[in-house]
């Protein structure tokens, strides 16, 4: 089990791949986007406010690890490879 904590919301997330909707937070999604090692763009379900975004269950940083580059897209600084496991918290506004 991971515990994640933003502050405000603690979640317990199994490692298993879903996630799910806590209150206009959404937990552990799974961004579309190719992982492949190239794409680096990836898109979220709804539109997003306080974005943190996962690799391998290590928490990127914004500015230097991804970039918000829409209402409901963000762009890595270096591409997933293939077996990469990404994962995004974020707040519905």
Known sequence: M????????CFTVNGSSGGGSIAGVEAMESPSGAINGVNQNFSTTF??????????????????DYVSTGANTFQT?????????????????
């Open 2 to 9: 991971s515990l994640l904590t933003n502050g405000a919301f």
């Open 47 to 64: 539109p997003y406010h306080n974005l943190k975004v996962f690799i391998n269950g290590v928490l990127l940083t914004l500015g230097s």
């Open 77 to 93: 600084v270096i591409a997933p490879v293939a077996g990469d496991v990404l994962r995004v918290i974020y707040f519905k506004p």
